[in-house]
């Protein structure tokens, strides 16, 4: 009994989050991130696993996909390494 009052509350919880979004709504929400959309390059540093402190180059891909319903973010980073590039 407590294995089924369980599932009714999960069904309860989780089936308004199965709801359909309209097209048009999901594009309109996603067009309030355009600012984001680009090709984006920055250098910083990040703590190896030793602790020490290591030089990256980074470059951020953002895209539109799926017509405009969701954002890629696809990033490179390279770290430095005396006399050579990874």
Known sequence: MKHIISLIM???VA?????QVSPSSQVAQVK???WLVG???GTG?????????????????VQRKLGGTALVI??????????QRE
Request: aromatic share 8%.
């Open 39 to 41: 090709t984006w390059e």
């Open 15 to 19: 089936l308004p989050a199965l709801a």
């Open 74 to 83: 696809e990033n490179l980073v390279f770290v430095s390494t005396p006399g």
């Open 32 to 34: 309030k991130l355009d």
């Open 45 to 61: 540093w990040v703590a190896g696993t030793n602790g020490a402190r290591q030089d990256i180059e980074t470059t951020i891909e």
């Open 10 to 12: 999960l069904c309860a």
